[in-house]
């Protein structure tokens, strides 16, 4: 398969108390089409990641708020939700629809206002993601349930606490360097284990913040990007979805692998490449344990091996394998519904060579994106390449 | 986490009552929401089963930012018990500071008030203490 990214946006990432769910929506909508070099009338269809408006910002019918402030009225519109795998979800449908033929040209954007409320009642609303009505009736949050899996992890390949700040040293390096980024600051192990306990083992440096932020692509058929040789030439080759366990109570290690490893495996086969080809990859880290999990579910190292390159450098910006350059959702936060999207343009923004200094991989042309939610329950995967020449 | 006064009338016995379910197909013990569904062998048939209220703490983890029911409790241990039955069962563990919470720990089932409903409604559920000889009362 080949879908033609025309045109990225995002807002920065940050809290924005300035700025409403709508204009988040405007400001990463409108940079996607002014890049794509179209206006709103050629947009067909529009696709919405958003989580939690209706807690969050006390709104629902987020798709058509959005299709009508973005003036793609009367195209197609609707809202997508698939917890912390929404704005991966509206990829999906965005490829999905121009690959059927029905459309030429189709916008994907996700955007979440966390914001506007305090965290206590941001923590209960994230905890709706999972199951609030029978297992988070127990008290566990998504921090603590996802702390859970952390601890197994550990306890089952022998980690210490340290071992795994390394993931956090690694994301802060580059979110450091990254002018979208909610957290823009170096750390160290030591002070990744000196920071305020979340959810035991993890700690707040291992946690992403809550962020406001929108982002989009504007995605056409093949031919259009074709015939605009003068335009970055990067397809999305593959789409994968997956769901998993809703309970973390019956969620394995193996479970947590396969939530990812399954689809792909799969996004492997639909682009005709391998892990070894993969240049840089976008990692779901909302909690510094997801990163090696990922790591080892795209094939990147084996089972329990996955925090290693962030410690010897191997998934660092030289390594064999480029993970999370633009600081991971540790750094950038986790805008529920737009976190999917920003992976998208984090990795079309290196295929086509212009990240900002200091997390550019020279020379990058292929690219994953893995994000999972729920959080044992969605997994997503997109892979991206850069085709030029090719016919 | 949230559940409204109406919809705890609905979730509230099984929330009072220590109980598994047990696929009549396989006969694989599920914790006591899976009443659609065998999440092993996929069977749709499974009935209900008392649990002895015993089990061991397998993993834990203490909260320390809790959802709105639970402010005041924090920091409060959340764990994962291995019935003796053989089924998971996530639920607080009280009587014990977080830095005392070890993983083998034996553990036992007393019913508890879980949390304050904001209508100001109060949740009881199943919370567990240490199950040891010199172990504190479990009321």
């Keep these: 398969m080949r ?8 807002t920065p990432h940050k809290i924005q108390h300035e700025k409403s769910l709508r204009d988040l929506v405007v400001e990463a909508g409108r940079k996607a089409l002014d890049d794509a070099g179209v206006g709103p009338s050629d947009i067909q269809a529009l696709y919405v990641g958003n989580v939690g408006s209706v807690g969050f910002n006390f709104e629902n019918s987020t798709g ?14 609707v809202r997508v939700e698939a917890a912390c795998g929404t704005g991966a979800w509206a990829l999906h449908l965005g490829c999905v629809a121009i690959l059927s033929g029905l459309y030429d040209t189709v916008m994907v954007l996700g955007a979440e206002k966390m914001n506007d409320l305090a965290t206590v009642e941001g923590t209960s609303i994230i905890a709706q993601a999972a199951d609030s009505k029978e297992e988070y009736f127990s008290g566990l949050t998504f921090p603590s349930g996802v702390a859970l899996t952390a601890r197994k992890y550990m306890q089952v390949y022998g980690l210490t606490e340290e071992d795994l700040a390394h993931t956090s ?5 580059y979110g450091a360097r990254n002018p979208y980024a909610h957290l823009r600051f170096e750390c160290t192990v030591e ?27 504007v995605l056409c058929r093949e031919e259009i990007l074709r015939a ?6 990067v397809y999305v080759t593959a789409t994968q979805m997956a769901t998993g366990t809703w309970y973390a109570a019956t969620d394995t290690l193996e479970d947590a692998h396969a939530l990812l490893a399954r689809p792909a495996q799969r996004a492997y086969a639909m682009a005709g490449i391998g892990p070894d080809d993969i240049d840089v990859a976008e990692i779901y880290n909302s909690f510094a344990i997801q990163e090696p999990l990922g790591v080892e579910a795209l094939g990147f190292a084996p089972q329990g091996e996955g925090w290693k390159g962030a410690a010897d450098g191997s998934t660092w910006i030289d390594g064999k394998v480029a993970v999370n350059l633009s600081g991971g959702l540790l750094c950038k936060g986790h805008p529920l519904g737009a976190t999917g999207s920003t992976q998208a343009v984090d990795i079309v923004e290196q295929l086509r060579g212009i990240a ?9 042309a292929i690219g994953i994106s893995a994000c999972r939610g729920g959080p044992g329950a969605v997994g997503a995967i997109h892979i991206y390449q850069r085709l030029e020449g090719e016919a | 986490m949230t559940v409204s006064a109406i919809e705890f009338s609905r979730l509230g016995p099984p929330k009072l009552r220590l109980y598994a379910m047990r696929c009549d197909a396989c006969a694989t013990l599920s914790p006591w929401w899976e009443h659609n569904h065998c999440y092993k062998c996929g069977g749709g048939s499974l009935h209900e089963e008392e649990l002895s209220g015993g089990g061991e703490l397998v993993n834990y983890t203490v909260v320390y930012y809790p959802p709105r029911d639970f402010l005041g409790q924090e920091p409060y241990v959340v764990g994962h018990i291995e019935m003796d039955e053989g089924v998971l069962m996530p639920a607080p563990i009280v009587g014990v500071a977080p830095e005392d919470v070890a993983v083998g720990t034996r553990v036992k089932a007393t019913l508890r008030r879980m949390k304050l409903g904001h209508e100001g409604d109060i949740y009881y559920s199943q919370k567990f203490v240490v199950d040891a000889p010199d172990a504190p009362a479990a009321d």
């Excluded at chain 1, 879908?3 to 995002?10: M, N």
């Design chain 1, 3 to 10: 879908v033609g990214v025309l045109g990225i946006g995002k």
């Design chain 1, 64 to 77: 058509l708020m959005s299709a009508h402030h973005l003036g793609v009225v009367p195209a197609a519109a």
């Design chain 1, 169 to 173: 040293v690694k994301n802060h390096h």
């Design chain 1, 191 to 217: 002070e990744v284990m000196r920071s305020a306990k979340v959810a035991d083992p993890l700690k707040l440096y291992e946690v992403c913040p809550m962020t406001d932020a929108g982002s989009a692509l």
């Design chain 1, 228 to 233: 605009q040789p003068e335009r970055p030439q």
């Design chain 1, 356 to 364: 900002p200094e200091g997390m550019q991989r020279p020379d990058a």
